[in-house]
């Protein structure tokens, strides 16, 4: 069946990239929409952005210019890049799949997430 | 931003208990409400897509129900591993947002 896996560094000093990469295994990353979803401690999950396997973004308005959000169908993975971290970045980060059904866009499949500490 | 507002934000339940988590979005969303179950370390669980459509590997113990701004989620005959953190979601309009969580306790 497929599977989702986070990988990346678990610690990340401030004003640093965070850079985390989720593998899909167990069937292809074509045809459907990816997304980011982070918690931070002791808080409600967020919704960074998705992309499409194609390459198509949207992002999260609240990071601004921070993210990038890539995909490399030929590995089966998509990447997240988030530029200037602080200590409010702090969180466990997941990927997801994300269909799409008559406009719907649902998370269905989730990876266990990676918890990524911005300190010094 | 569409704000989602669960309620309550923690519940404390028995084993074979009926509990209704309630939602509520800050404007008219139509049926674009999904609800999750979360438990730390797990890789979070799809239950109900479209505010009443039961995810194929869901329980039928979950019920979603609601459209426009109001909706619920009814988790019936509670078992252990029921007990964990259950989030709706709207995917109206981006940015999709999550509301704040409720805890379902012992």
């Known amino acids: 069946q497929v599977q989702l896996q986070e990988s990346g560094p678990g610690l990340v000093k401030p004003s640093e990239t965070l850079s985390l990469t989720c593998t899909v295994s167990?069937?292809?990353?074509?045809?459907?929409?990816w997304s980011w979803i982070r918690q931070p401690p002791g808080k409600a999950l967020e919704w960074l952005g998705y992309?499409?396997?194609?390459?198509?973004?949207t992002y999260n308005p609240s990071l601004k210019s921070r993210v990038t959000m890539s995909v490399d169908t030929s590995k089966n993975q998509f990447s997240l890049k988030l530029t200037s971290v602080t200590a409010a970045d702090t969180a466990v980060y997941y990927c997801?799949?994300?269909?799409?059904?008559?406009?719907?866009?649902?998370?269905?499949?989730w990876g266990q997430g990676t918890l990524v500490t911005v300190s010094s | 931003d569409i704000q989602m507002t669960q309620s309550p934000s923690s519940l404390s339940a028995s084993e074979g208990d009926i509990v209704t988590i309630t939602c509520r979005a800050s404007q008219i969303i139509r049926s674009s409400l999904n609800w999750y179950q979360v438990k730390p370390g797990k890789a979070p669980k799809l239950l109900v897509y479209g505010a009443s459509n039961l995810h194929s590997g869901a329980p039928s113990k979950f019920t979603g129900s609601g459209s426009g701004t109001d909706f619920t989620l009814i988790v019936s005959s509670l078992q252990p591993e029921d007990f964990a953190t259950y989030y709706c979601q709207q995917t109206y309009s981006a940015p999709y947002t999550f509301g704040q969580g409720t805890k379902l306790e012992i």
């Open positions: 997801a799949r994300t269909p799409v059904l008559f406009g719907l866009y649902y998370f269905d499949l």
């Open positions: 992309i499409f396997y194609s390459g198509t973004t």
């Open positions: 167990g069937g292809s990353i074509s045809t459907y929409y």
